[in-house]
């Protein structure tokens, strides 16, 4: 009798449990991602791909004001599924249509609260949703990536934050090198800004990211405990700010609220996004950031027009051979505008100093300029202007601002120094894209988090920075920086969250022994023909030409190449490649195709399969590295070739090298 009361006892516990511990499954299409999801006293997700764990048991929560803690003790509702199956056509992106196609499991709660679940073939994601239609704060939310063994991870820090307490690494520029350490080797105190990618077993990879942050904090990661996962950490609300930073164009935060966001009633909220590879060129040819944002808000986009940039800030204005002081005044922008108009450049950008200094005002311009004249003049060359602002100067004045410049025939703004990614910082991003796009500007965000899919919410926001960029070589000698290893790293991981505002176009370059920072004749990192595959491989609609007018002068057959190039694309294919070592790309603008390919400090000899040029004759303007490239990094060789009839090609390239061709129908 005991026995059987015992036996009794432990069969109802079991089926209380089982009860309580609900558990979902949903697969991706081609049934290979498989991710589970428990729903008991707390709600935890595990994700595997074939028989390799990607993710173990992972808890995720968010906690409101009023005590309310979404995902635990949380009662399903109900279930609903549903295949995803639609071709979204893009605006302004690197390839012209997207296939989403996605299984999508949502659990309704009964304490007013939704999770959407949906699986890829590429990866899986998932995101709260509030449903009660009343305010309320976000307290914290708990996004958690737990792992089954202690894996290499690449970790690009917030930079100087080891010495930092962790608040005060909300405020920071985003920029930084990847650190290659095991989850257990990270520094404890640091935050880590996403993407991130974990090394796993079989040679797959994990990247994660995040979509559509509208009105809330962007996510960094840490890991405090030195285990084997990773946690999400989100920057408080600020509380107070004041004028400060870089020429007084910042807000800094002296004091922070006790919640992460505040809500006016029901929404949804990011997307928690695990990207799978089996193959490290996966990476570069992933959509789920872009596929998961919310769709254009703007019903005419004909009026935005990307294009290339002739720019004067990282070559400081480095003209030479004219007879007048080069510097902030019009008869320098002048020369850039001849220059752009010369060779099908679509803008010039002023950079900072055409406003006056220390005041946040762009209303005051400095005397040298004139920016009605300015304008005419560029209107006169098929040349349209773009202006930098800082931040703070953009922002307090905002729709004025747009207003006044658009009617004077401005055609965009690089706003810079935002340097935080908080809830009030995010919503200036998303109120200057509107505002902009009313006026039909189009903005470049400089000095800023990486893209979480505004570009395609709103298109007229074409470029990002959030990236390591060639700017940085003005200033970091080769015993600082690795530019060359960051180059072949960052487009596996940065470039998954979308464009980036990297600047590249060096006509000086430097190899490993003769590399040196110069602020005002500034040179590149790696060889010329890695600068010229850059604008293949790199993604930015709004791409910058940024040496001098008169070294491009110098070089026709490379100011050619990057002159003619487009940089909105039809097609993008990722051809070869593994995170740190060498990548290689191919793109399509109408009939014409453009592959670049870099390398790490390794030369080497990389084949490339074109085999999807399909039929017909094919002719390759090659642009490859000189013999004596090792030595001279600016040394290369363009020659005209057939594509072979095998469709297969081998280029050499030099250590901290690359490779460019443009292939079109003979």
Known sequence: ???????????????????????????????????????????????????????????????????????????????????IDENITTAIYKRSEIRNRCNELSLTFRDGFQLEFRAYDEGVAYRFIVTENKPFNVIAEEATFNFDDDYMTYIPYVRGGKNKKVEDQFFNSFENVYTHVNLSEMGTNQLAFTPVVVELKDGKK?????SDVESYP???????????????????????????????????????????????????????????SSDDKELLDN???????????????????????????????????????????????????????KHGIEYVILDEGWAVNLKADLFQVVPEIDLKELVAYADSKHVGLILWAGYYAFERDLERIC???????????????????????????????????KYHLMLDYHGTYKPTGMNRTYPNVINFEGVHGLEQLKFSGS?????????VTMPFIRMIAGPVDYTQGAMKNGNKRNFRAVNEEPMSMGTR?????????????????????????????????????PTVWDETKALNGKIGEYISMARRKGDVWYVGALTNWKKRTMEFDLSFLGEGEWTIELYKDGINADKIASDYQKSVIFVPQNRKLTVNLAEGGGCAMKIYKK
């Open 1 to 83: 009798m005991r026995r059987f009361c015992l036996t009794l006892t432990f069969l109802s516990a079991f089926l209380s449990f089982s009860i309580a511990q609900k558990q979902y499954q949903l697969k991706s299409p081609n049934g290979k991602l498989e991710l589970s999801i428990e729903a008991g006293d707390k709600i935890c997700y595990s994700l595997k791909h074939e028989n390799t764990a990607i993710i173990v048991s992972s808890p995720i929560s968010m906690s409101l004001s009023n005590n309310k803690i979404l995902g635990v003790k949380s009662k399903v509702k109900n279930i609903r599924r549903r295949m």
């Open 206 to 210: 994990l990247c994660i990211a995040e």
């Open 218 to 276: 962007g996510m960094f990661v840490r890991n405090a405990n030195q285990s084997n996962s990773l946690k999400g950490v989100f920057a408080p609300c600020p509380k107070e700010t004041v004028q400060g930073g870089h020429n007084k164009l910042q807000k800094l935060v002296t004091a922070r609220e006790d919640y992460i966001a505040k809500c006016s009633g029901r929404r949804s909220f990011p997307w928690r996004i695990a990207i799978v």
């Open 287 to 341: 959509d789920m950031v872009y596929k998961l944002a919310a769709p254009s808000r703007l019903e005419d986009t004909s009026w935005i027009k990307p294009g290339k940039v002739a720019w004067e800030w990282w070559n400081s204005c480095g003209l030479s051979g004219v007879d007048f002081k080069a510097g902030v005044n019009n008869v320098t922008y002048k020369a850039y505008i001849d220059f752009a108009s």
């Open 403 to 437: 207003k006044h410049y658009s009617e004077l025939g401005i055609k965009g703004f690089k706003v810079d120094f935002m340097d935080r990614d908080d809830q009030a910082m995010v919503d200036f991003h998303y109120r200057g894209a509107e505002i902009a796009a």
């Open 479 to 487: 015993e600082n920086v690795d530019q060359v290893t960051y180059d």
């Open 529 to 565: 023909c890695r600068q010229l595959a850059e604008y293949v491989i790199f993604e930015a609609p709004l791409s910058m030409l940024c040496d001098s007018p008169v070294l491009y002068e110098r070089e026709s057959e490379c100011t050619s190449y990057i002159s003619d190039i």
